[in-house]
């Protein structure tokens, strides 16, 4: 990401670095939790949701951003806090008890839910600059975020049903997204080499 923007010097392509840094620094949390004993499970799960939303929080807001063309490093910051703070607050003063943060699972489906939303956006986006310009974003670049989005969903499910089969799907929806919208841009950044 950062060699795509040194290529085009677009000031938006910034916000993805650290967007997927919040999400690969989830990936690492969510690895640490299993490999951990109880009471720092429990401490890297909430780390885990915070890193993910954020990360997501921060991709969706870029592309919000662009369309309004606000491209400030600071917006995006502010907008990625807005998104993780609403969502505590929900939490806190929607979810009973009031004034304290809800059990783990109840705080992951709501965080999730709105991983679901974000990514809904960031989708909805990617489809409109296909539309616009077909030549300026791949179709990779959006299957990647789908199936990041069906491992948000996959994740919620596992936590519902506690199902082994949800929550290995999730992790390899996870993945290959990850690993699709990687290879994708180091496509994108040899090929601005060539050029």
């Not at 109840?106 to 991983?115: G, L, S, T, Y």
């Not at 679901?116 to 077909?134: H, Q, R, T, W």
């Amino acid at each position: 990401m950062l060699r795509s923007f040194r290529v085009t010097r677009r000031d938006y392509l910034l916000g993805f670095p650290i967007g997927f840094s919040f999400l690969a620094f989830s990936f690492l949390l969510s690895g640490i939790s299993v490999a951990f004993p109880l009471h720092l499970k429990e401490i890297m799960r909430w780390l885990d949701l915070f890193a993910t939303t954020y990360g997501f929080a921060f991709i969706a807001g870029t592309y919000f951003l662009r369309r309004r063309g606000a491209t400030g490093h600071i917006s995006h910051w502010l907008f990625s806090l807005a998104v993780l703070a609403i969502t505590v607050v929900i939490l806190v003063e929607v979810v009973p008890p009031f004034g304290a943060l809800p059990s783990y699972p109840v705080a992951d489906q709501i965080f999730r839910i709105v991983n679901l939303g974000l990514l809904g956006y960031i989708i909805f986006s990617l489809n409109e600059a296909l539309k616009e310009s077909p030549h300026e974003v791949n179709f990779l670049v959006q299957t990647g975020f789908i199936l990041l989005a069906f491992g948000q969903y996959s994740l919620l499910l596992s936590m519902l049903d506690q199902g082994f089969w949800s929550f290995a799907l999730a992790n390899l929806f996870r993945l290959v997204g990850l690993v699709v919208l990687l290879i994708e841009a180091a496509t994108a950044v040899t090929g601005s080499y060539r050029r």
